[in-house]
């Protein structure tokens, strides 16, 4: 949904917080985050307050009086806009039409132009006297974006719009424009989700220790499956993967919170199976859709090599041994994850040797079906990763996607494909 590039006939000047009335004076702390209205802001939902607060210093906020149309289709846009107060309304006919989905104080507006670089697509405009903070693309791309919370309370923002847009294209039988506006807002969902994982071709290339290799390939526009991997400390590394039940926006959603669960336990030095139960109990509340999700996580060592791991109803990863010989590991497979809030996740212990890797995967790829909707199977899978080098994650991954699609051949995906490859090289390599 968006609207690009400001109206220069209404006068901007720097955000200041004091100035504009978004926070409280410092020398009353009690009422700084009643009154803030950065507190207030739908994305931003979560962040530290005061993260936040020192970026948007930087940006510039502006007055609009009711009836002003602030972006119109054509416009270029550079930044993203949020609605300190007031009212406004996103029109797609035209700026007075009697349809239109509003956008409250704390909402957002612009993000889609920023995002694929083109001009604006509907008008916004004032319903009410409203002032306007601009976040310019390049403080939003290279100073909010990397806090992972930003990027999920993007795609929820994304999602009720679509919704609400969805509801009013039902209400009016809109023809195809419409549709392909929805289909649209739905690939701008894709390209964030996929924004939120860990780039899976350019993992640790700073670390000599360990080398890695990952892909997810959404059967839908957003899916469900996710990786994550990152140093907790210098010398751990978490590893994670999951599959969300469903798929859609709903089980994208649901995938955020999770991989934002996962990284807060995660740093806090814990065991892989106290990780998943904080996860699973922080899943389980106010889990009235009956949504889970699969989970397998676990904690290399980089000195000894060790690999704990724990795993939540995953499939068992693979391990490319120094023997040569390729294996499931021998995984305790505890309750899916957001179902019973007192499940327990047993820990096991591998001791990886130099070369090794793991291979961890989605029921996507043993799943896959053919046009006689044969299933690849496991037994397919093993035999293909054991045609690999036991040391190349990239190979693993790419070599087991191509026996994949080989397999399927025209028949269309049915799941989410997510693979992540692990190769341990051993300390002191340099």
Known sequence: MDARGADRRHAT???SPQATGLVADRRKPDDRRQNGFISRLQLFSNIPYDVIETVLADCDARNVPAGAVLLEPGQSNNGIHLLVSGRLRIHFDHKDSADFIPIEEGGCFGELSIIDGRPVSAFVVADAPSRVLVVPDGIFWGRLIPFPGVARNLLNVLSERMRANGEMLLARMKDRLELEHLQKELSIAHTIQL?????????????????AHAIMEPAKDVGGDFYDAFFATPDRLFVAIGDVSGKGVPAALFMAKTMTLMRMEAVRRRSPSAILEAVNRALCEGNDSGMFVTLFCGILEIESGLFSFANAGHNPPLLLGSDGQCRFLNVKKGLVAGIMEGSRYPQVNLLMLPGESVLLYTDGVTEALNPREDLYTEERLVENAGKCRIDS??????????????FVKTAPQADDITMFALAYVGANTQ
């Open 13 to 15: 000047q720097p955000f």
């Open 195 to 211: 924004s939120m994982l860990p780039p899976g071709d350019r993992l640790f290339p700073d670390r000599t220790e360990v080398r």
């Open 393 to 406: 994650p990239r190979e693993l991954v790419e070599s087991i996607r191509a026996s994949i699609a080989d």
